[in-house]
């Protein structure tokens, strides 16, 4: 239930596969939950940032930065640190805080924030309309399966 479906995800997508199977699934399929569903969209979030490779330069290489500071010295208060810090993973539910912190606040585990999230969307979320060309599209696949299935009944 946790992030090892990231590692499940991760490994054949760093092989290749472009499909991730499962999310929101539990107990191998038996089980489907929403907030395990969301949960796991920001597993698969993680995955696709990994696979989509870094940037190498002299930007994100921070060659100068790397000189100016020199060895075994502190790049937080760097404003190149500053600056691209947040382009890796930012969890929405995953608590990288402090466990004196985390228990402060509450101790609410990531799964309990994936749910309150869940009950949001549940409560509050409006869809936009498909455009009508699709919403066409996909009626004419349907009708076109029935058909299918109806002539495989009447043989």
């Known amino acids: ?13 760093l092989a290749g596969a472009n499909l991730i199977y499962g999310p929101g699934m539990l107990e191998s399929g038996i089980i489907f939950d ?7 969209c920001e597993f698969v ?19 100068d930065v790397i000189k100016a500071v020199g060895p075994s010295k502190d790049f937080l208060d760097q404003d190149h640190t500053f600056k691209h810090m947040r382009i890796h993973s930012q969890p929405e539910f995953l608590d990288r805080s ?3 912190v985390w228990k402060d606040s ?11 999230k869940t009950r949001d969307i549940l409560k509050n979320h409006k869809p936009e309309p498909l455009p009508q060309n699709v919403l066409t599209r996909m ?13 495989r009944e009447n043989r």
């Not at 239930?1 to 997508?13: D, F, R």
């Not at 349907?142 to 299935?149: A, P, R, S």
């Open 139 to 151: 009626q004419s696949v349907i009708m076109d399966t029935e058909g299918e299935l109806k002539d």
């Open 34 to 40: 929403f907030a395990q569903l969301v949960l796991d």
């Open 1 to 13: 239930m946790g992030h090892e479906k990231t590692l499940t995800g991760l490994i054949p997508a």
């Open 98 to 100: 402090r466990m004196e």
């Open 45 to 63: 979030r993680m995955i696709k940032h990994t696979v989509g490779g870094f940037d190498v330069n002299d930007e994100s290489l921070a060659i």
């Open 106 to 116: 509450g101790a609410i585990d990531s799964y309990q924030r994936a749910l309150d």
